[in-house]
Every structure is written in C-alpha cells, then in structure tokens.
C-alpha cells in the first residue's frame, strides 16, 4: 500500500480529496439506485448496481493514473487534433443520438461492441478547454488582435458549441461561460470578451427563432427550454415539477441529522435519484450535516485546484488547472442549486458522486490532466531541491579543502620558524665556545 502511495504523483490533497468524494458516494448510489432495481419488473436487487458503480470508480482511477503519468505539454498539440475528431462525433451523436429512458436522444451514442453509451458533450468540454488554453498561453507574450482571434480560438468554439446546443443547452451554457472565464483568467482584453458574450446571445437568439420557424429539425428541445425556464421563475407546475417536488420533501424530511444511510423514502419516487438528484438523496439520509460536508468538499477541492494554478511555473499549466477544475466545482454547485430549487433543472450530474460511466471517466481525464501540472511542479521543486544539495555538498568539499591547505601553510610556516630560530641559537653558543672564529667569520 505504502509503495502504490509512493507511485502515486502531483498534489496528495487533491488525491485526497477525489478519493474521499469517491468513496463516499458509494453510501447514496447503493441507496439510491433501489428504485431502478425495481423498475421494468425486476428483482430489487441493488448489488448489481453496486459492483456497476465499483467498476466505474476503479476504472476512473486507473484512467487519473495512466493520464497523470503524461507530461501536461503533450495536450497541447493533441488539443488541436482532438477538437476535429470531437466535431465529428458531436455531428453523429446528433444525428444517430441512442434514446435513454425516454431522454433525448441526440446526447447519447453507444460505443459498437461494449455496449456502453457515451455522453459527447463532456469530452468535447475537455477539448475545448485544452484548446483555449493552448491558444491563450501562446499569445500571452504577444499582443492579441481581435480579427486573429475570432479565426483561431472563437470560430472553433462557437462551432463546439452549436453541435451541443440543439441538444443539450446547459451543457453548451456552461461551456461558454467556462471559456470566458478562461479567457479573462488568460488577459484576453475585456473589450473583446465583451463583444464576444454578446455575439453568443444574439445567435442563441437567432437560433431559437429559426427553431421556432421550423420546428421539426430539433422538436421539443427549445419548448422544453423555455417551459423549464417559465416553470421556475412562475412556479407554474410542469414536466419537472414532480421531480423538484420530491427533491424538496426529501430535504425537508432530511432535517439537521438525516434519516440514515439507506433510509430515504424519496428514492422511491425520484426517476433521477442516483443522478441528477442524488444530492437531495444525501441530505435525506444524511442530513443538513451531511449536505454541507458534501459541499466544503468540493469547495477545498476548489481551493486547492487555485492553489495549484498558482503553483504552475508555466502559463499552460495555470489555464489547463483552471479550466478542467473549476467547470468541474462550478457543475457539482448547479447539480446542488437544482436540488433545493435554486436554479431550473438542467441535468447536470454531481461530479464523482453521481452514479453513470462516461461521466466519472470524463472527470477522471480532468483530474488526471490536473494531477500532471502539479506533478511537473513536484518535479521542478525536487530537481531544486537535489541541486540545492549538490550545490551545498561541493561547498563544503571545497571548504575543507581550503582548511586543510590553510592547515598544511601553517604548518610549513612553523617548521620555517623553528629552523630559523636553531640556527641563530648555534651561532650564539658558537661565538661564546670560540670567540676569535666567531670574530673571523663576521669579518
């Protein structure tokens, strides 16, 4: 245990925290997933869902680990490939999208051969971000034109974001708003990002009317965004009022100390329990004590991504931590605003909790591209600190050697002496024994 500790690189708070996070959702997804155990005439046997749920946090950490292991600067020129091979798949997923219980099906495809279906929107996010932040570190040193940067950074992001738009708004949402945060982070001028936040609403403007004129090229998806929007701010009763309702009386019945762990009775009745809504399962059966553990996790978590950014001795580094960490913090505080009705329901899993494959190695890949910048940091400091040492060992080599020739000088200076001082003692007693030689030999 103690050498897979030692193997184990970057920031240990951060290792730390991940684990804590996976381990405990453990507790709510085995709570959780009874009501899908019991659906379309099965067993109620949640075990299954248990071991589904092991293998995805077992396969997540393997993937945090081989990521991890590559140096942080390869993802820079894998960024611009990968984004053409994203497109790709956004544009198939839309078309040939898989239908799962009834959701959209232009979110999902299924992977030929495994079976497992894969959300492309969240590693088109990842891309993304690697992306931006390759372009905004290179022109760092260089003043930035606005005409060069709409060809080589938006245009490529407003074309990730149309292929996830007509399905999947909150993604592309936060998305946007996570590479203009990026941006700024980067000193992209204010004046540009400012133009560009307002070119991104005009053409979801421009995209919702032409839906609206021509309603059977993505049916319901703009309806359902505006009815969800309408249902919060009127509280007018809808598709996903039943959800927020039984999220609501979960956390109410929750109180301070919670149920218990697997006594939630919303589980029940929540067809998203062990997803979108596992956080009002946890503060049912955990209690408010439990939901804010939960959330000063994350939190520490956040800190502790910003002292990394701050660490990173490039400025790739600072930008790869910023934008693969904080949408992820910033997703986990949506996921826990829908629970308590603070903001409309927007499918957002809560990252390393949730239960579902593709998710978790997504924020697996995240983490593991993280954990590489503070690595290569790790490194540096040790590379210092061995060279601090090598540095203090030759000094010391060479003070001694001074002290010992310092010694042998002195030495030699005192058998001078010593000889000088014999002689002028024989020539004393010599001229006392023979005087008249001693007179001769002075003449």
Known sequence: MKELINNLKGDKVIWTFVALLALFSFMPVFSASSNLAYMNHGTGNTLSYLLTHLAHIFMGFIIIYWVHKVPYHYYRGISRIALVVVWGLLAFTLIKGTVIAGANASRWIKIPFIGITFQTSTLASIVLMIFVARYLSKKREEPITFQSSILELWIPVFITLMLILPANFSTAALIFAMVVMLSFVGKYPLKYIAFIIGTGIVSLLIFIFLVRAFPDAFPNRVDTWISRVENFT??????????????????????????????????????????????????????????????????????????????????????????????????????????????????????????GGSSIWMTCIALGIILSVTKKEEEIIQELQEKEIREAALQRMIDEQIAKENALDLEEESVYKNEGQNEEDYSIKEAVNNPMKAVSNKK
């Not at 790869?320 to 996921?335: D, K, R, S, T, W």
């Open 234 to 355: 009127k509280n007018k009763p809808g598709e996903d009022d039943y959800q927020i309702e039984k999220a609501k009386i979960a956390i109410a019945t929750g109180g301070i100390y919670g149920l218990g762990p697997g006594k939630s009775v919303q589980k029940n009745f929540l067809p998203q329990s062990s997803s979108d809504f596992i956080y009002a399962i946890i503060v049912e059966e955990w209690g408010l004590i439990g939901g804010l553990g939960v959330l000063v996790l994350y939190l520490l978590l956040f800190f502790r991504f910003v002292i990394a950014a701050d660490k990173a001795n490039s400025m790739f580094g600072k930008l790869l931590v910023v934008g693969l960490g904080f949408p992820m913090i910033f997703q986990a505080m949506i996921n826990m605003a829908v629970a308590v009705e603070l903001l409309p329901v927007t499918g957002q899993t809560l990252p390393l909790i949730s239960s």
